[in-house]
């Protein structure tokens, strides 16, 4: 049996998130945490990989019917999920924007490749909200479907993210 209030709060949740990070970007003076917070972005290409990793290995647990292993990988992954966004709110609350310096097709595909990632973040917060939250109660078909939906989003964002580091990496100025 599901919960209407959990469901709203999943909701307000995807909004509310979203909403909070535009707005602590937004701020323009930077808060000075000092200078480790220089290497969050590379922590995040990390933990995107290390997500990746466990979003394909919680896969093939399943395929293989190992639920509790399964649990346990996409259990990571989620947590990573939390971790990722706390420190990416930490790196730009405290650092300046960094420019793409690349030319000619390159920046093109960097541009796609970032509006894409951030798109796709913000569309799959809600679909693994739900997703999570029927895995660990077992409800399987409601898992199955809402599944199918934030897979292939999520591992898309954990990707992208990956690559939009690999490619900004060479400008960063610290």
């Not at 609350?93 to 097709?105: A, E, H, M, R, V």
């Not at 964002?157 to 690559?163: A, E, M, P, Y």
Request: zero cysteines; hydrophobic letters at 50%.
């Amino acid at each position: 049996m599901e919960k209407k209030g959990l469901f709203s709060s999943i909701n307000v949740i995807s909004v509310v998130i979203p909403v909070v990070v535009a707005i602590l970007l937004g701020i323009r003076t930077k808060l000075d945490l000092g200078s480790w917070t220089q290497n969050l972005p590379f922590v995040n290409a990390i933990i995107n990989s290390t997500t990746a990793v466990l979003l394909i290995l919680g896969l093939v647990l399943i395929k293989n019917r190992n639920i509790s292993a399964h649990k346990l990988v996409m259990s990571a992954a989620f947590g990573l999920g939390g971790s990722f966004l706390v420190f990416y709110v930490i790196y730009h609350i405290s650092n300046p924007s960094t420019p793409y310096g690349g030319q000619g097709l390159i920046r093109y595909f960097y541009y796609f490749n970032l509006i894409t990632h951030i798109g796709a973040s913000l569309v799959v917060l809600p679909f693994v909200l739900r997703a999570y939250y029927y895995g660990w109660n077992r409800m399987d078909d409601k898992h199955r479907k809402v599944v199918k939906i934030a897979y292939p989003i999520w591992l898309y964002v954990s990707v992208t993210g990956v690559l939009a580091y690999i490619m900004i990496s060479p400008y960063y100025s610290f």
